[in-house]
């Protein structure tokens, strides 16, 4: 019978207000055993929350890892504590999650059914990409800008972990920092720090639909038949990251941004962020951030921020069936108002 590890990482998720609890119930559903690995700095209760879940539940084990936050290239620690948390699964399969996805109800069929299939060709290609379906502000929009894409499930093999590859390191004043291309968090190995073949059920054909669904009408909608499609077939897990444009921007302006440059050493000039263009995020209020979340949610289907957005409608498409009963009270709570 087929074993799978779950893993995550937890930092300050209760003030971040991550749907961490629903995240890692939805994995307790299905997998042998869940680790957490949290890396909080004792601000908030999430150590305390995620103890009282290990406590109902024997399944999951939780661990804490004290993590210099403070250091000039702390963005780094995301992707090493994503690795110390796979180094601690014991079966023979492994399923990574972050703490604001939830994986489909039922989705165990689907991957013992993919295994049964796919596990000979895991030797070459240890790493599976599965669907993601890519909320932008509400149920009703499915990201098309984004990859449907990422890497999920993988065989435990020592020489696959997390971090950033070698092609894109740079060490600067002795530090470790990444070059753009990385979140820090590829699957790499261990020993060359080369990136681990992957196999993916989306194809150059599929890819280059997805990116004349952007422009193209006839195209979206091939598109969304295709996704439609797809997700009824294979282990399928939901992003909430942009469910709430207002919430991901809050975390943007008292975390992320911060991260972010710290993993690339990048000193940006004053007044920059990447959501307005003639202030910084320190100078941004909160009512400027909900009047911008707002027209984003309603105007578009999503953005790439690596610019604040210059008003393009970007298309979205629309799932036929429902998402995970275990979000929907989290999906009341976050909705614009």
């Not at 994503?82 to 109800?105: F, M, N, P």
């Not at 790493?127 to 984004?146: A, F, T």
């Not at 291309?181 to 992957?198: A, R």
């Not at 890819?207 to 439609?228: E, S, V």
């Amino acid at each position: 019978m087929i074993k799978i590890s779950g893993y995550t990482t937890t930092r300050n998720v209760i003030e971040m207000d991550y749907p961490f609890e629903e995240a890692i119930r939805s994995m307790l559903a299905f997998c042998d055993e869940v680790i957490v690995v949290d890396s909080s700095d004792g601000t908030d209760d999430t150590m305390k929350k995620l103890e009282a879940l290990m406590d109902e539940n024997e399944k999951l084990f939780v661990y804490h890892v004290d993590v210099p936050w403070d250091a000039p290239n702390h963005g780094i620690y995301d992707g090493q504590t994503k690795a110390v948390a796979r180094s601690k699964c014991t079966c023979e399969y492994l399923w990574q999650q972050d703490v604001d996805e939830i994986a489909e109800e039922g989705i165990r069929l689907k991957i013992d059914n993919l295994l049964s299939r796919a596990d000979a060709h895991m030797d070459e290609a240890p790493v599976i990409c599965l669907p993601v379906v890519e909320y932008w502000g509400s149920v009703d929009k499915v990201r098309v800008d984004v990859n449907p894409w990422k890497g999920r499930i993988s065989k435990n093999v020592s020489h696959v972990t997390h971090g950033i590859p070698t092609q894109l390191r740079k060490l600067e004043d002795g530090l470790l920092y990444a070059h753009r291309g990385t979140d820090g968090c590829d699957y790499i190995h261990s020993e060359t720090g080369n990136p681990i073949v992957s196999s993916n059920f989306v194809t150059k054909d599929i890819d280059d639909l997805r990116r004349a669904a952007l422009q193209d009408p006839a195209a979206l909608l091939q598109y969304n038949n295709w996704f439609n499609m797809i997700i009824k077939h294979l282990p399928t897990v939901y992003h909430y990251s942009w469910f709430s444009v207002e919430s991901k921007i809050l975390k943007f302006k008292y975390h992320w941004n911060g991260s972010w440059l710290t993993l690339y050493n990048e000193q940006k000039k004053d007044g920059w962020n990447p959501f307005f263009a003639d202030k910084s995020l320190d100078e941004v209020s909160e009512k400027e951030i909900k009047d911008l979340a707002k027209k984003l949610e309603t105007e578009t289907g999503g953005h790439i921020f690596h610019a604040p957005w210059d008003g393009r409608k970007t298309p979205s498409v629309t799932l036929e069936g429902n998402q995970p009963a275990i979000i929907e009270d989290w999906c009341k709570k976050h909705s614009a108002s």
